[in-house]
């Protein structure tokens, strides 16, 4: 089998009942679904995630990976240890609740001749109570690093070898956001595009909490020393 031109990366936690909704519409959106590989990374789930995973592996139309992880670690290590196994020359990722449709991410591997990294910034957003919290932390992000991360969802599309390049230490949500502030703080070429938000299928959320939001501030802080060390 030929290595893969596109890699995309599913972190699931108790997702079993919309995963197969999701790699159906990853299937749906790529011109040739043998060329993709699709790292299906079950966070710890303790529901048949994994097994639907399984199950999904043995059926699809794409080059499809199973990480299992033992114990839930949070978004951002489920998208490390997806990423770390990826073998397409271009990442991205679809979180497996279905609230992103791949077919308005994938235009992004287009404008990677002339950048170096695609955002996707989010179309809607729903959750009065998240906005607000939203434009604290986005106050912040533009004070301590100058970039804006309004509507930011967390979905890059970024060549692998770039990806490997940027030394990611975070392994919380703060993931997709420390690769939107490296890109920057090394001036790479970034552009963004939008993608809309949907209501998840099944369940709820598990990234947005207060815990969350005070391991996100602190992150911010001890990174933005980080960069300074670094300089």
């Known amino acids: 089998m030929s290595r893969p031109t596109l890699t995309v990366v599913v972190p699931a936690f108790n997702e079993a009942e919309s995963l197969p909704h999701t790699l159906a519409a ?7 679904p043998a060329e993709v590989e699709a790292v299906l990374v079950d966070d710890g789930s303790t529901d048949e995630t994994l097994a639907v995973m399984r ?50 991410v994938l235009p992004g591997i287009q404008l990677l001749g002339e950048h170096d990294v695609v955002l996707v910034r989010r179309i ?50 703060f993931f997709t956001l420390e690769l939107a502030l490296r890109c920057s703080h090394r001036n790479d070429r970034i552009v963004d595009i939008e993608a809309e938000w949907r209501p998840r299928r099944a369940g709820r959320s598990k990234v947005f909490n207060v815990r969350t939001v005070i391991r996100n501030v602190g992150e911010l802080v001890a990174f933005r020393r980080q960069l300074w060390r670094e300089d």
Not at 62 to 71: D, T, W
Not at 87 to 101: A, C, L
Not at 127 to 141: D, K, W
Request: net charge positive.
């Open 26 to 32: 990853i299937e749906r959106a790529v011109p040739v």
């Open 55 to 104: 199950q999904l592996a043995s059926s699809s139309a794409l080059q499809v990976q199973v990480l299992a992880r033992p114990a839930n670690g949070g978004l951002g290590a489920a998208l490390a240890s997806g990423c770390a196994a990826a073998t397409g020359d271009v990442v991205t990722w679809i979180p497996g609740d279905g609230e992103y449709d791949l077919a308005e």
């Open 124 to 173: 809607l957003r729903g959750q009065a109570a998240r906005n607000f919290v939203s434009t604290i932390m986005y106050a912040m992000i533009r004070v301590l690093f100058g970039f804006d991360a309004r509507r930011y969802c967390g979905i890059f599309v970024i060549p692998r070898e770039r990806l490997t390049s940027l030394g990611i230490r975070s392994r919380d949500v």
